[in-house]
């Protein structure tokens, strides 16, 4: 398994920006995800990045143009650079490896093994 700790969520006003980080232990996995829950809701996807390139991302319609996923290798860190943020991203955001080096649908939980604690992001408007 692969120990993953979330940090940098926060309370910010609508328009700010936010970076949120998943500590990885350096074990190996193939891609990195991005969920979040809003309060009554399900879980959805966010982002996911193939974690050796970093070439290969992928975005939820929702944050396409306003968050990106990134991470570097040599400090075993995930990131999530979250920008122009609005009231409905509000929610707890989790990162999740995934140890399937090909997965038909990373956009999919079943695709994902190990997950962090998650990091409270709260948004006012």
């Known amino acids: 398994q692969v120990p993953l700790v979330e940090s940098g969520g926060g309370l910010v006003q609508a328009g700010d920006s936010l970076r949120l980080s998943c500590a990885t232990s350096g074990r190996t996995f193939y891609v990195m995800g991005w969920f979040r829950q809003a309060p009554g809701k399900d879980r959805e996807f966010v982002a996911s990045?193939?974690?050796?390139?970093?070439?290969?991302?992928d975005y939820a319609e929702s944050v396409k143009g306003r968050f990106t996923i990134s991470r570097d290798n040599a400090k075993n860190v995930g990131y999530l650079q979250m920008n122009s943020l609005k009231s409905e991203d509000t929610a707890v955001y989790y990162c999740a490896a995934s140890p399937a080096y090909y997965c038909s649908d990373y956009g999919s939980e079943g695709c994902f093994r190990d997950w962090g604690q998650g990091t409270q992001v709260t948004v006012s408007s």
């Open positions: 990045i193939r974690w050796r390139n970093g070439s290969s991302t």
